[in-house]
């Protein structure tokens, strides 16, 4: 099955929590440090500043632990303060993830899945 085909079939995919360092830019140029709280084989849920809105897309740079960094562009599908976390997050899918970024990310997503599962 080619990785696009994955992608696209997220529904059958559970999110997975993480703790990942990340840098992030926003089109208007401001950049702003976070964390990605979870990610599934479409996306990820991040740490963002006040004022982000579903719509924007960010440039997304991430941290993977074993596979190394990874740079994505983010579409924002949702954002808000999250009082429970005392912070903004939002939830976002990857556009137009280039083949190498999405090899690095899927490979990151099974190793996670594998550790939860006890493999």
Same mark, same amino acid.
């Given at each position: 099955?080619?990785?696009? =085909?994955?992608? =696209?079939?997220?529904?059958?995919?559970?999110?997975?929590?993480?703790?990942?360092?990340?840098?992030?830019?926003?089109?208007?140029g401001?950049?702003?440090?976070?964390?990605?709280? =979870?990610? =599934?084989p479409?996306?990820?849920?991040?740490?963002?500043?006040q004022?982000?809105?579903?719509?924007?897309?960010?440039?997304?740079?991430?941290?993977?632990?074993?596979?190394?960094?990874?740079?994505?562009?983010?579409?924002?599908?949702?954002?808000? +303060?999250?009082?429970? +976390?005392?912070?903004?997050?939002?939830?976002?899918?990857?556009?137009?993830?280039?083949?190498?970024?999405?090899?690095?990310?899927?490979? +990151? +997503?099974?190793?996670?899945?594998?550790?939860s599962?006890?493999?």
């Amino acid at each position: 099955m080619k990785l696009d =085909n994955i992608l =696209n079939e997220s529904r059958e995919w559970r999110r997975i929590d993480v703790d990942l360092a990340a840098k992030g830019k926003m089109t208007t140029g401001k950049s702003f440090e976070s964390r990605v709280v =979870n990610i =599934n084989p479409d996306g990820v849920c991040f740490v963002v500043p006040q004022g982000v809105a579903a719509g924007q897309e960010v440039r997304l740079v991430m941290e993977l632990p074993a596979i190394g960094k990874m740079e994505a562009r983010v579409k924002i599908s949702w954002a808000g +303060y999250l009082e429970q +976390y005392k912070h903004v997050r939002a939830g976002g899918k990857f556009e137009d993830l280039p083949e190498k970024e999405k090899e690095k990310f899927l490979r +990151y +997503y099974h190793l996670k899945v594998m550790s939860s599962m006890g493999g």
